[in-house]
T-cell receptor
């Protein structure tokens, strides 16, 4: 079975631009979460979606938004990019939201903002 | 609120010697605890997880961790390090508080010398 896939793998943007990152969960998984990993730090939670509804939001500005589609894939959008948005963006999927559920991570999209 | 403290930013061992990566957590609810590994330019791979069953948890590649509630610790160990173990390791806590998101520690870089 395919794991979590993300596209694109790498992206270079300039300040002020907008970016859309995409994630396809493992087949059968209904929950998708997004994390930002700045160089040298652990991942920080951005959003969680379950059954196409936002179920959690981390401490990120409104420039960050996301959505989940009927096939459970997801997009993360970032508007008005800042240099500090340069990071590895990770998507994770799980069967449900239950505490015991394991989140499986994709390889990430590395975003560089110039 | 939940939090994770990884007590060492870097750990250096020789191949064939034991590995100990230390983690303390704080949680208002009964947590699930995870260790993930991240090799350079790769996504996150689950090593093991604790979900209130056995306190000694065995994972992949010979790693294990022991949940000690009285010490609020979840240290990761391996009897004998291999060169391929060199990577960054993240201790992660997940609460069951309405929606479940992962809170990562800052990571411990494991260096293995021949």
């Amino acid at each position: 079975d395919a794991g979590v896939t993300q596209s694109p793998t790498h992206l270079i943007k300039t300040r002020g631009q907008q970016v859309t990152l995409r994630c396809s969960p493992i087949s059968g998984h209904k929950s998708v979460s997004w994390y930002q990993q700045v160089l040298g730090q652990g991942p920080q939670f951005i959003f969680q979606y379950y059954e196409k509804e936002e179920r959690g939001r981390g401490n990120f500005p409104d420039r960050f938004s996301a959505r989940q589609f009927p096939n459970y894939s997801s997009e993360l959008n970032v508007n008005a990019l800042l240099l500090g948005d340069s990071a590895l963006y990770l998507c994770a999927s799980s069967l449900s939201q239950r505490r015991q559920e394991t989140q499986y991570f994709g390889p990430g999209t590395r975003l560089l903002v110039l | 609120a939940q939090s994770v403290t990884q007590l060492d930013s870097h750990v250096s061992v020789s191949e064939g010697t034991p590995v100990l990566l230390r983690c303390n957590y704080s949680s208002s609810y009964s947590p699930s605890l995870f260790w993930y590994v991240q090799h350079p330019n790769k996504g996150l791979q689950l090593l093991l997880k604790y979900t209130s069953a056995a306190t000694l948890v065995k994972g992949i590649n010979g790693f294990e961790a022991e949940f000690k509630k009285s010490e609020t610790s979840f240290h990761l160990t391996k009897p004998s390090a291999h060169m391929s173990d060199a990577a960054e390791y993240f201790c992660v806590v997940k609460e069951d508080s309405g929606y479940s998101t992962l809170t990562f520690g800052k990571g411990t870089m494991l260096l293995v010398s021949p």
